[in-house]
């Protein structure tokens, strides 16, 4: 008789989650054998994503997706959202990588409050979306500088990702002028990139930059107007 499969349950919190073993460790070849002779096992929540990896090397599709729920249902928080992103990625996990991803847009700013671990091109992909959530511009401004100081990127990377902050998008007009106070920005890509975008607000036949997402106000019960 085929078991009957029962979702991934783990008893401990969240916590950064490490880089997934492959090949699979024999500890996370258990849990697959465990798994396929039973129809459940407990695991981790750190070790989710190993096991994710293990059970897709192993191509145990039904663990993968118990799995996968489990990582999005326990495990991907403001904390870890960018590491599961990445390491969904690396994986070939599309529907993590997407529930990642849209937990990342709508959380921006919790999910930036540390850039240290966060790839370029998942700060590119963040930076392009019109999805991703934030009540001011100046705040996806304010995530690329901190990045850049932490990651030192070339200039002409800086510049490319310089390319995607929406200038016209700026609560505050005056916004703009700080960038040439921003030493990481005087660099001549940076400088070229912020010229272009400036001459483009003057011309009045030009579109603007479509809007972000504005933060969700929490309901106030006592005023339901």
Not at 127 to 154: F, G, K, M, N
Not at 210 to 215: I, L, Q, T, V
Request: aromatic content about 4%.
């Amino acid at each position: 008789m085929p078991p009957r499969y029962a979702s991934v349950l783990s008893p401990t919190p969240a916590s950064p989650l490490p880089v997934p073993h492959l090949p699979p460790h024999p500890h996370q070849v258990r849990l697959v054998l465990e798994w396929l002779y039973t129809g459940q096992c407990v695991v981790e929540h750190t070790a989710l994503l190993d096991l994710l990896a293990a059970a897709g090397r192993l191509r145990v599709e039904s663990l993968q997706q118990a799995a996968t729920w489990s990582i999005i249902g326990n495990v991907l928080t403001d904390a870890t959202c960018l590491d599961i992103w990445d390491a969904a990625r690396r994986l070939a996990e599309p529907e993590l990588e997407c529930a990642a991803r849209r937990f990342a847009l709508e959380h921006f700013e919790a999910v930036t409050t540390s850039v240290g671990s966060l790839p370029s091109d998942i700060l590119a992909e963040m930076l392009i979306s019109d999805d991703l959530t934030c009540s001011r511009e100046e705040q996806v401004l304010d995530v690329l500088v901190r990045w850049a100081r932490v990651h030192e990127p070339s200039a002409a990377s800086l510049a490319e990702l310089l390319r995607h902050v929406r200038f016209d998008r700026f609560a505050d007009s005056s916004s703009a002028q700080l960038l040439l106070t921003e030493s990481l920005l005087l660099s001549r890509p940076c400088l070229i990139v912020i010229a272009t975008k400036l001459a483009a607000q003057l011309d009045p036949a030009g579109e603007r930059s479509p809007s972000r997402k504005a933060p969700l106000e929490r309901s106030d019960p006592d005023n339901p107007d």
